[in-house]
């Protein structure tokens, strides 16, 4: 009845974790470029209470299935979900999406780079394509103080239409990075994300070439997160929580009956 109770307490903390999970994926369900996430939970380990091991009349051993128990379960890991988010048109010219694998680099303040989906760019007072964080978009694209649009194709051309001119000038080229496992990303904060052991190496190369998707210039790509898949989601994790904690009445009125057997 002990380990019903410590086991029980186990499976609401593991509960716990999952809905505090939901509602994160919920707070950022208007979060441009957000990647949902679901916990993955284990079993913990199992105790041998008998070795059930008998001879037959032939003298050859029977192995019998064993009795073991468990010790409930925990949470061990978060796992994120990459799949494309829609797309919405802003009409902003530095609102970029992309359509299909990649990521935008941008540079942190400490010189690394930093990944992210959220293509919500502007520019800085130097001229910079920078994030909401004032990040600036790896590439150092500065954009002349006289240009008057700014256009940036699929390819991830930029290009520049100055004041008083009818041609446009070439100001860079905009390189995704993607990753062999997408889902070993660190989440940084921010819409951000870093490499890990888990996600490798990046690997570089210009929109729409080798498998990287292609930039839609004046377009966000919204969150991922499925309001009514994550409120199912929820009620599951509910009715596991409230099972848990009648488990655990449970034991403490089997333990009570105990007590007041001697009585």
């Known amino acids: 009845m002990f380990r019903a109770l410590s086991t029980a307490a186990l499976g609401m903390s593991a509960q716990q974790r999952s809905v505090d999970n939901i509602a994160n994926n919920l707070a950022n369900v208007g979060t441009t470029g957000f990647k949902r996430t679901t916990i993955a939970f284990q079993d913990l380990f199992y105790e041998n209470m008998v070795q059930s091991q008998q001879g037959n009349s032939n003298g050859q051993e029977n192995y019998a299935p064993e009795l073991q128990i468990g010790h409930g379960a925990r949470a061990v890991a978060t796992i994120r979900n990459f799949m494309q988010g829609s797309v919405t048109e802003t009409g902003n010219a530095l609102d970029l999406a992309i359509s299909g694998s990649g990521f935008f680099q941008v540079e942190l303040p400490d010189g690394n780079i930093a990944y992210t989906r959220d293509g919500n760019f502007n520019l800085s007072p130097d001229g910079l394509i920078v994030n909401n964080s004032g990040l600036s978009l790896a590439g150092q694209f500065e954009v002349p103080s006289d240009a008057i649009a700014v256009e940036i194709s699929q390819d991830g051309t930029v290009r520049?239409?100055?004041?008083?001119?009818?041609?446009?000038?070439?100001?860079?080229?905009?390189?995704?990075?993607?990753?062999?496992?997408?889902?070993?990303?660190?989440?940084?904060?921010?819409?951000?994300?870093?490499?890990?052991?888990?996600?490798?190496?990046?690997?570089?190369?210009?929109?729409?070439?080798?498998?990287?998707?292609?930039?839609?210039?004046?377009?966000?790509?919204?969150?991922?997160?499925?309001?009514?898949?994550?409120?199912?989601r929820l009620i599951e994790a509910q009715r596991a929580y409230e099972t848990n904690s009648k488990m655990v009445q449970t034991a403490e009125e089997m333990m009570s009956v105990t007590n007041s057997i001697k009585r």
Do not use: C, H, W
């Open 160 to 232: 520049a239409l100055l004041q008083d001119s009818s041609t446009k000038i070439e100001l860079g080229q905009i390189e995704l990075a993607r990753f062999t496992n997408d889902g070993g990303l660190s989440a940084l904060g921010d819409n951000l994300f870093g490499e890990s052991d888990s996600s490798g190496s990046p690997f570089f190369g210009n929109p729409g070439s080798d498998g990287f998707g292609v930039v839609r210039q004046g377009y966000l790509e919204q969150s991922n997160v499925d309001v009514v898949t994550e409120m199912v």
